[in-house]
């Protein structure tokens, strides 16, 4: 356990006071039921071909490891923290119920990117954040295919675990745009071709170049916190359960994520759970706003 002093966040030290818990114990917890929800996923992965798939009001596919891992993780995050709600991808409309009154809340997505569960590609994760005052003040994405789990707290750091050992892993950190390279941005192959390319030209003007890294689900994020790509620009839709995890994250590793019009995200204040456009950078000194083209616009 990295034995590094957490002074941050007092909403997070609140609640940690409250529950009685120390940062390193919580983190043993998550990574606890974040191996067992992945577990619980690749047994499901295994037999892909037999797993029920239904559609959600939006057309998007659900299946029961999306279930089978909100069950898991709710259990476990209900005995950890009792008193704070849950507010899950899978959740029910009756159990969000009031959530915009809530200070504090988890906020997960059991499965992200069930899509490419179905299809095979290894590309999903789980996600899991706390929200407090409408901040993600906590961001963990485990990545079973990748046997890793990244966890990162604003103002402590953020470090990279082995998914399934207890081993202690190493820190992660963001890194320095560099203009003699190549610019790496982060994009998912499900991303429109024309605007991916677009955005790739405008941001070749602030190095090199640039090239693409596709990546599923919450992994972009991964990839900026751990300084394998430079920046992540989101113009598509998502949820907030997509991004939490991973705004958490890539701030605790020294990266900042930011609204198209440069303000910090604020989570569930909305009727919509519905996410704005972002950018999710590695160097915080470099203004992409400047380079990132709104396609509505």
């Known amino acids: ?134 901040e993600a003040v906590l961001g963990l994405i485990a990545a079973p295919n990748r046997d890793h789990l990244d966890f990162g707290v604003p103002d402590w750091g953020a470090r990279r675990y082995p998914l399934f050992s207890e081993e202690e892993g190493e820190d992660l950190s963001t890194r320095l745009l560099d203009p003699t390279a190549q610019l790496v941005m982060s994009a998912s192959a499900r991303h429109r071709e024309e605007r991916v390319q677009m955005m790739l030209t405008r941001l070749a003007e602030l190095a090199q170049g640039s090239e693409r890294l596709d990546a599923g689900s919450a992994l972009k994020f991964c990839d900026v916190a751990s300084g394998r790509a430079d920046v992540y620009p989101r113009t598509s839709p998502c949820y907030e359960w997509d991004l939490a995890a991973g705004d958490a994250l890539v701030r605790a590793a020294g990266g900042s994520v930011t609204t198209l019009e440069g303000a910090p995200v604020r989570y569930n204040q909305w009727d919509s759970l519905k996410a704005p456009k972002f950018v999710a950078a590695g160097d915080s000194e470099i203004n992409y706003l400047e380079w990132i083209p709104d396609p509505d616009l």
């Open 1 to 134: 356990m990295n034995s590094r002093h957490y002074s941050g966040n007092p909403g997070l030290d609140a609640m940690l006071e409250e529950t009685q818990l120390s940062l390193p114990d919580l983190i043993t917890a998550l990574r606890a039921l974040a191996a067992d929800a992945s577990q619980c996923i690749l047994d499901l992965y295994a037999i892909v071909g037999e797993v029920a798939v239904s559609q959600k009001s939006d057309a998007s596919p659900v299946t029961e490891a999306d279930h089978a891992s909100h069950r898991l993780i709710c259990q476990a995050l209900q005995s950890l923290t009792p008193d704070i709600p849950i507010l899950s991808e899978e959740s029910t409309l009756e159990q969000l119920i009031g959530r915009r009154d809530w200070p504090v809340c988890w906020m997960i997505d059991p499965l992200d990117g069930t899509k490419e569960f179905l299809e095979g590609t290894g590309e999903f994760t789980v996600n899991i954040a706390l929200i407090v005052e409408a």
